[in-house]
């Protein structure tokens, strides 16, 4: 009997024990559970958390590793063609620039087209009072010259030379007057051979597109002409030189806000600042030689022309608020010179009744202007 109670207390025993070591590790499952449960949602918490001091740290010290150069020497590119597809009277258009905004430094154009428009008939009378009145005012210009320049259609060739075998020659011809009316100008300092040369995508250019490497020619015939700098522009904003022929400086262009044709969309481009000090640091290992900003992005960039936009669409990818954070951007990439683009649509907004562009630009063109 004795014997018989033992027993049952011992298997008593056991059960608790079984059913406590269950308990046990029910709760530790459970436990365990929680935390691997939690750890997930730790780890992005702790991500985000990461990537905020991150981006903090960045903006705090983003003026020590990319100090903003100090007085830029702020100029524009100036189209006749382009201003008149506005509308705008050019040369009011182009004073304008002059006096009000007070702009010293330009980036013209010499059209084939139009500094040829028959052959052997040279007009260069446009050409002639744009830097005339430049030179007034003891400002500069970085001259066009070339078969690719800026605008629509990239290839300026006239009429007459797209339906002629010879047109090479003939291209060479007009550079040499160019060269030859105004290198003894103290206005033009400088030459821009050709308009992003090398960027195959853009503009009517293929029946120009014959193997031969066009800027060589042309390069060696302003080598033997002039004594003035020759620059030539790059195709993108990430590529690096490569080939023949090399100029004096190369010019880059920085744009933000786009529209691209692949999705439908409008995107804004991810280069930040240091990526273009990078660049042009990488570009002086490789070519030895110095960058400027040739197209500094400020005008709007749509599906069409600008000016067969409504403004509202034009807003999208420029507009008044945008444009002191491209000049500050501009300042943080660390180019000393930059040619601003949108010229003929600041003056277009202004005469259409909206001045916050025009006066936008003019606010951070003068205020540099007035520390040089």
Same mark, same amino acid.
């Given at each position: 009997?004795?014997? +018989?109670?033992?027993?049952?207390?011992?298997?008593?025993?056991?059960?608790?024990?079984?059913?406590?070591?269950?308990?046990?590790?029910? *709760?530790?499952?459970?436990?365990?559970?929680?935390?691997?449960?939690?750890?997930?949602?730790?780890?992005?918490?702790?991500?985000?958390?990461?990537?905020?001091?991150?981006?903090?740290?960045?903006?705090?010290?983003?003026?020590?590793?990319?100090?903003?150069?100090?007085?830029?020497?702020?100029?524009? +590119?100036?189209?006749?063609?382009?201003?008149?597809?506005?509308?705008?009277?050019?040369?009011?258009?182009?004073?304008?620039?002059?006096?009000?905004?007070?702009?010293?430094?330009?980036?013209?154009?010499?059209?084939?087209?139009?500094?040829?428009?028959? *052959?052997?008939?040279?007009?260069?009378?446009?050409?002639?009072?744009?830097?005339? =009145?430049?030179? *007034? !005012?003891?400002?500069?210009?970085?001259?066009?010259?070339?078969?690719?320049?800026?605008?629509?259609?990239?290839?300026?060739?006239?009429?007459?030379? !797209?339906?002629?075998?010879?047109?090479?020659?003939?291209?060479?011809?007009?550079?040499?007057?160019?060269?030859?009316?105004?290198?003894?100008?103290?206005?033009?300092?400088?030459?821009?051979?050709?308009?992003?040369?090398?960027?195959?995508?853009?503009?009517?250019?293929? =029946?120009?597109?014959?193997?031969?490497?066009?800027?060589?020619?042309?390069?060696?015939?302003?080598?033997?002409?002039?004594?003035?700098?020759?620059?030539? +522009?790059?195709?993108?904003?990430?590529?690096?030189?490569?080939?023949?022929?090399?100029?004096?400086?190369?010019?880059?262009?920085?744009?933000?806000?786009?529209?691209?044709?692949?999705?439908?969309?409008?995107?804004?481009?991810?280069?930040?600042?240091?990526?273009?000090?990078?660049?042009?640091?990488?570009?002086?290992?490789?070519?030895?030689?110095?960058?400027?900003?040739?197209?500094?992005?400020?005008?709007?960039?749509?599906?069409?022309?600008?000016?067969?936009? +409504?403004?509202?669409? =034009?807003?999208?990818?420029?507009?008044?608020?945008?444009?002191?954070?491209?000049?500050?951007?501009?300042?943080?990439?660390?180019? =000393?010179?930059?040619?601003?683009?949108?010229?003929?649509?600041?003056?277009?907004?202004?005469?259409?009744?909206?001045?916050?562009?025009?006066?936008?630009?003019?606010?951070?063109?003068?205020?540099?202007?007035?520390?040089?």
């Amino acid at each position: 009997m004795k014997l +018989s109670r033992l027993r049952a207390r011992r298997d008593l025993c056991e059960n608790d024990t079984i059913i406590a070591v269950k308990q046990t590790a029910k *709760k530790s499952r459970k436990s365990s559970a929680r935390k691997s449960g939690d750890f997930p949602l730790r780890k992005t918490l702790y991500a985000m958390v990461a990537v905020f001091l991150a981006i903090l740290a960045f903006n705090l010290l983003r003026p020590v590793f990319f100090p903003p150069v100090q007085n830029v020497q702020w100029g524009v +590119s100036f189209s006749t063609k382009y201003a008149r597809e506005f509308g705008n009277d050019w040369r009011a258009n182009f004073t304008a620039l002059l006096d009000d905004m007070g702009i010293k430094n330009y980036r013209l154009m010499s059209y084939w087209d139009e500094i040829e428009p028959a *052959k052997n008939q040279y007009d260069f009378a446009d050409l002639d009072w744009q830097i005339d =009145q430049i030179g *007034k !005012r003891g400002g500069t210009v970085s001259l066009a010259v070339g078969l690719r320049q800026p605008r629509w259609p990239e290839c300026h060739a006239p009429d007459w030379a !797209r339906v002629d075998d010879g047109w090479q020659n003939d291209l060479y011809k007009y550079v040499e007057k160019v060269i030859d009316r105004y290198e003894n100008n103290p206005a033009v300092t400088s030459w821009q051979l050709e308009n992003e040369y090398k960027n195959g995508a853009f503009g009517l250019c293929q =029946q120009f597109n014959n193997g031969t490497n066009r800027a060589a020619d042309e390069m060696k015939i302003i080598r033997e002409r002039s004594s003035k700098p020759v620059y030539m +522009s790059l195709s993108d904003q990430v590529g690096l030189p490569i080939g023949e022929p090399t100029p004096d400086a190369y010019g880059v262009s920085i744009y933000g806000r786009f529209y691209w044709d692949i999705s439908g969309t409008y995107l804004s481009y991810p280069n930040a600042e240091w990526w273009h000090r990078l660049r042009g640091g990488l570009i002086k290992i490789v070519k030895d030689r110095p960058t400027f900003v040739h197209e500094m992005q400020m005008e709007p960039w749509a599906k069409t022309a600008t000016f067969m936009i +409504s403004t509202a669409e =034009q807003d999208k990818t420029m507009r008044a608020t945008m444009i002191p954070e491209r000049f500050d951007y501009a300042r943080r990439i660390g180019s =000393q010179n930059v040619y601003l683009w949108g010229g003929e649509w600041w003056y277009w907004r202004l005469q259409n009744g909206d001045p916050t562009v025009w006066d936008a630009v003019k606010a951070d063109v003068q205020s540099d202007a007035k520390s040089n």
